[in-house]
T-cell receptor, first 114, second 114 residues
Framework: SAVISQKPSRDICQRGTSLTIQCQVD?????MFWYRQQPGQSLTLIAT?????????ESGFVIDKFPISRPNLTFSTLTVSNMSPEDSSIYLC???????????FGPGTRLTVL | GDSVTQMEGPVTLSEEAFLTINCTYT??????LFWYVQYPGEGLQLLLK?????DKGSNKGFEATYRKETTSFHLEKGSVQVSDSAVYFC?????????????FGQGTILTVHP
């Protein structure tokens, strides 16, 4: 399995500011994913973070709003830029473990934008 | 594109009652199917999985069978406990990939009363 930690666990931010969320994994993984869970809703994939290349964004999500870094095989960051109240969500980091055919999730970062 | 539909919630049961949460999917090929659980205040955890037709996933008394003919993966438990109160998500991963993006259903809130 994989142990995933995220920082911060929660934050309250002002409109127009940016927040960077960190994701750390205890083993090397090829692919990392960032999801968003809006209040009372399901999880939606934001992007796939590939080490050594640009992240791949899903429809409705753009790099200018959600820039992602993936400097090595155990770490990634997601920035939520120019925040508005509509960005209030839980943001989750996830990793795929090929040999286990499983995907593991971090504990999430609960973001509130005022 | 791929999609997952779960029965509408919330579901409220008494302890020791039988539980069924319906899940149907739309996907090309042969996806892998998952049930994830999110306990109050905690992150997302894999509950069980099935990677091919007629497979039965099971864990903690929960079961689900991958039915290709009805494109379903219904979650069942014979006798629920108060500690099973959580949000349950059905999800699929496209066939032919050992890991990759997950498509989630909308989630079903389960509340079990003593």
């Amino acid at each position: 399995s994989a142990v995933i930690s995220q920082k911060p666990s929660r934050d309250i931010c002002q409109r127009g500011t940016s927040l960077t969320i960190q994701c750390q994994v205890d083993s090397q993984v090829t692919m990392m994913f960032w999801y968003r869970q809006q209040p009372g809703q399901s999880l939606t994939l934001i992007a796939t973070a590939n080490q050594g290349s640009e992240a791949t964004y899903e429809s409705g999500f753009v790099i200018d709003k959600f820039p992602i870094s993936r400097p090595n095989l155990t770490f990634s960051t997601l920035t939520v830029s120019n925040m508005s109240p509509e960005d209030s969500s839980i943001y989750l980091c996830s990793v795929g473990m090929r040999l286990l055919h499983e995907q593991f999730f971090g504990p999430g970062t609960r973001l509130t934008v005022l | 594109g791929d999609s997952v539909t779960q029965m509408e919630g919330p579901v409220t049961l008494s302890e020791e009652a039988f539980l069924t949460i319906n899940c149907t999917y739309t996907a090309t090929g042969y996806p892998s199917l998952f049930w994830y659980v999110q306990y109050p205040g905690e992150g997302l955890q894999l509950l069980l999985k099935a990677t091919k037709a007629d497979d039965k996933g099971s864990n903690k008394g929960f079961e689900a069978t991958y039915r290709k003919e009805t494109t379903s993966f219904h979650l069942e438990k014979g006798s629920v406990q108060v500690s099973d109160s959580a949000v349950y998500f059905c999800a699929l991963r496209p066939g032919g990939t050992s890991y990759g993006k997950l498509t989630f259903g909308q989630g079903t809130i389960l509340t079990v009363h003593p």
